[in-house]
Nanobody, 126 residues
């Protein structure tokens, strides 16, 4: 059984940076996607970024590309989300998710992901 644990959230001022981590345990497939989604109160869950294994291809929300960067450390089964130039509208709970045997057409769709972490709160002050 796959378990995902996010960390690194917190309170930052506008323009600041945070680096989120998601540590994964379990699972046997070499073909999967790890993704970040976020959800603010009263809003739909929103795709942020994803990275595929084994090829390492990355996917980004059009609105966030250039500020957020996803990466991985395969030896530690960990993915990261580097968030720069943070804005108040970035305030949300950020979730890590895993999709086994992904296809490109579904990699941005939250309902297709099987495993989810508990989330980590990111708050950007006004």
């Amino acid at each position: 059984q796959v378990q995902l644990v996010e960390s690194g959230g917190g309170l930052v001022q506008p323009g600041g940076s945070l680096r989120l981590s998601c540590a994964a345990s379990g699972g046997t497939s070499n073909s999967y996607a790890m993704a970040w989604f976020r959800q603010a109160p009263g809003q739909e869950r929103e795709f942020v970024a994803a990275i595929r294994s084994p090829n390492g291809a990355t996917y980004y929300s059009d609105s966030l590309k250039g500020r957020f960067t996803m990466s991985r450390d395969r030896s530690k089964n960990t993915v990261f989300l580097q968030m720069n130039s943070l804005r108040p509208e970035d305030t949300a709970v950020y979730y890590c998710a895993r999709l086994v045997n992904p296809i490109s057409s579904t990699i941005r769709i939250s309902d297709r992901y099987t495993y989810w972490g508990q989330g980590t709160q990111v708050t950007v002050s006004s």
